[in-house]
């Protein structure tokens, strides 16, 4: 079972509780995919690449957050992009 923050709204330790909750739920998926028949390596490798991915995105999402927000000032400037 996955359980709830432990306090409501935000809190210094929120996301350390989120991956506390997580555990369960990725050791499930990682039981169902040996009883599927997948190697310890494989399901490693794949999760990183799952964390990697993750990572990129949020790099891009980044750049893109802050391209927009110096596009936003420059507009407002009255400056040309």
Do not use: H
């Amino acid at each position: 079972m996955i359980s709830g923050p432990k306090r409501e709204g935000d809190y210094p330790d929120r996301e350390v509780d989120c991956q506390e909750a997580m555990e369960p739920g990725f050791q499930a998926v990682v039981d169902c995919m040996f009883e599927a028949g997948w190697a310890r390596g494989e399901i490693m490798r794949s999760l990183r690449r799952l964390i990697a991915a993750d990572n990129m995105t949020q790099k891009e999402n980044a750049k893109v957050e802050a391209e927009l927000a110096i596009a936003r000032a420059m507009l407002r400037a009255g400056k040309a992009l």
